[in-house]
């Protein structure tokens, strides 16, 4: 089984502040794990993923997540928030070793920046 | 390219009608997700198909919900008889593989009354 946690139903922060959406998960095998945004009456959009390789993955508008095998975790991060970066977040992870599964997402961070 | 559209964006209709909720996939990609989301229970995914193949409707809560890709363009989701605990925003997503990142549609806000 697969499953993904987002501990944080809101993270606030004032614009210019690094942000952290956090996000642990929990598979069996090898991980993929993956972050969407999604603005209001949006579909989810695709910012970053980790597959394999360096820990640290850089995606769409200066966000970056570290893959974290030890504390099974994939925390988004952005070193100076943008006021337009509010909009909720989620992490999603499959087991990369199954092919029959698909992606399960988190419950979703609702990040607020204010100016 | 123009992503996943969806129609209708909005749906609006009375307890027992039918509904039909459609997709058009981006060309080329080869999986097909359906999800459906509430701020109860969040994003759930209902079914996906692999070149046009259903391979999995676990997530489909009722008989009452049925969805059909009969061409690599095109996909349908309906619910006969729809009930008020169907409303949602429903998305469908497409992607080249299962390991991709998948493109979402807008969604269609579902209203039952």
């Known amino acids: 089984a697969q499953s993904v946690a987002q501990p944080e139903d809101q993270v606030n922060v004032a614009e210019g502040n690094p942000l952290t959406v956090k996000c642990t998960y929990s598979?069996?095998?090898?991980?993929?794990l993956f972050w969407y945004v999604q603005y209001p009456n949006r579909g989810l959009q695709f910012l970053l993923k980790?597959?394999?390789?360096?820990?640290l993955v850089k995606g769409s508008y200066g966000f970056e997540a570290e893959f974290n095998k030890s504390q099974t975790s994939f925390h988004l991060k952005k070193p100076s928030a943008l006021v337009s970066d509010s909009a909720l977040y989620f992490c999603a992870v499959r087991e990369g070793d199954n092919a029959g599964n698909m992606l399960t997402f988190g419950g979703g961070t609702r990040l607020m920046v204010k100016p | 390219d123009a992503g996943v559209i969806q129609s209708p964006r909005h749906e609006v209709t009375e307890m027992g009608q039918e509904v039909t909720l459609r997709c058009k996939p981006i060309s080329g990609h080869d999986y097909l997700f359906w999800y459906r989301q509430t701020m109860m229970r969040g994003l759930e995914l209902l079914i996906y198909?692999?070149?046009?193949?259903?391979?999995?409707d676990s997530g489909m809560p009722e008989d009452r919900f049925s969805a059909k890709m009969p061409n690599a363009s095109f996909s349908t989701l309906k619910i006969q008889p729809s009930e008020p605990r169907d409303s949602a925003v429903y998305f469908c997503?497409?992607?080249?593989?299962?390991?991709?990142?998948?493109?979402f549609g807008d969604g269609t806000r579902l209203s039952i009354l």
């Open positions: 997503a497409s992607s080249l593989g299962p390991s991709k990142p998948q493109h």
């Open positions: 598979v069996s095998g090898n991980p993929y």
């Open positions: 980790y597959i394999t390789g360096d820990n």
């Open positions: 198909f692999n070149n046009n193949v259903p391979i999995d």
